[in-house]
């Protein structure tokens, strides 16, 4: 099972940062279905970790049952980012990610970020800085991209560096900080940084694979095809956090079973959105319950009705009236599966092959 440092983890499955979606109501609405083996706060600005002003007081919001939560810092000031990583560990952190995968000009602009692909003398001096600062209390690990120009491989180099300076795990986004995120992440380049990784500090650091995930069968080919730890998920995590779950199923017994009906589906996003209001407040909750109704639409089968329902929700009532109504007026079909997740990656090869004009390398 993986282990990063001194954290034994229950999965090898990653939920990743989705700085705006993997708050602590979907964190806790994704660790309930199962399959988690680790979550990350978004990306924080030290300063807001030192200050705790009430943004990022939001931001680094936990709960017993949100358990481990990594936090993710982004900055370039050594001093600053060992302040704000031993606060965050002095409040219970029990791992410290550093960004190195941004590629958000605010971020790269300030040389944090993806940014740190082009300084690896100063990634690493951070970094060291920060094993000496936390390290003996809450293992120290990077997050980055491939390189950060189209076609570029500086990860493998780095990757080794920061292992020498005490690092216990790299995650590894299989694509460029110029690609943002779009395009297929790089099996090959993934591949690439799980060696250097495996090959440095004895063999005994995890690599985790991200990018491109958007079934349970594509993570079973992150593994099979990079030789990676562990697998972290973002996008495809959002409007169907049940992923995990049935991943590691997939993992283990080399099978999907019992996948969620459409009842339980839409019990899922009850729950997300109770989560939400009593969280914030109904105003928020609702807004952003109006913004999340089209990622989890994907998995419900036919749903326009429910989307345009969802747009109109003004009280915290009227999402459980909608969800009511939609699930009545499904009939019999709320017992079912409404698409299974052969279905989707089917479906998803299909529209791949349409972009592309040619086959999705398997
Ligand atoms: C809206 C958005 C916000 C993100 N925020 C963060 C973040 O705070 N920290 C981070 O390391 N990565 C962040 N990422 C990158 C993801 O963690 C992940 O590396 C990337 O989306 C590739 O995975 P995917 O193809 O499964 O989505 C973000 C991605 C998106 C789309």
């Keep these: 099972m ?10 090898p499955l990653l939920l990743a940062p989705v700085a705006g979606h993997c708050d602590l109501p979907f964190r806790l609405t994704a660790r309930s279905c199962g399959g988690i083996g680790l979550a990350y706060t978004d990306l924080l600005c030290p300063h807001g970790v030192i200050k705790q002003n009430k943004q990022t007081r939001w931001l680094m919001a936990t709960d017993s049952a949100d358990q481990p939560l990594g936090t993710q810092l982004y900055g370039k000031d050594p001093d600053l980012m060992c302040e704000a990583a031993r606060l965050a560990v002095d409040h ?15 971020v790269t602009k300030t040389f944090a970020g993806a940014m740190m692909l082009c300084t690896a003398d100063h990634a690493v001096e951070l970094a060291q800085r920060l094993v000496e600062a936390v390290g003996d209390r809450a293992p120290v690990t990077a997050k980055m991209r491939l390189g950060y120009r189209h076609g570029e491989l500086t990860a493998p180099e780095l990757a080794r560096r920061l292992i020498d300076v005490g690092i216990q795990c790299i995650t590894i986004h299989g694509r460029t900080a110029e690609q943002r995120f779009k395009g297929f992440a790089d099996m090959d380049g993934i591949a690439a940084v799980v060696d250097a990784v495996h090959g440095a500090g004895g063999g005994a650091i995890p690599c985790i694979g991200n990018g491109g995930i958007r079934t349970p069968y594509d993570a079973i080919t992150m593994f099979d095809r990079t030789g990676c730890d562990g697998v972290m998920i973002a996008r495809a995590a959002l409007g169907a956090p049940w992923i995990f779950h049935d991943t590691r199923q997939l993992l283990t017994v080399g099978r999907i079973d019992n996948e969620l009906t459409l009842q ?20 928020y909750g609702l807004n952003r319950m109006r913004q999340k109704i089209s990622g989890y639409a994907k998995h419900l089968g036919p749903s326009k009705a429910l989307r345009i329902a969802m747009q109109k929700v003004s009280e915290p009532d009227h999402v459980d009236e909608a969800l009511d109504r939609f699930l ?15 279905q989707r990656h089917e479906q998803l090869q299909i529209e791949a092959n349409r972009i592309q004009g040619s086959p999705v390398p398997a």
């Design 92 to 106: 219970g952190a029990p791992l410290i990610d550093i960004n190195m995968g941004c590629p958000v000009d605010k």
């Design 2 to 11: 993986l282990r990063i440092g001194s954290l034994q983890l229950d999965s």
């Design 264 to 283: 339980q589906r839409i019990e899922v996003i009850r729950q997300h959105a109770r989560h939400m209001i009593a969280m914030r407040d109904a105003p």
């Design 328 to 342: 009545d007026e499904a009939g019999a079909a709320a017992d079912a599966v409404p698409i299974t997740w052969a």
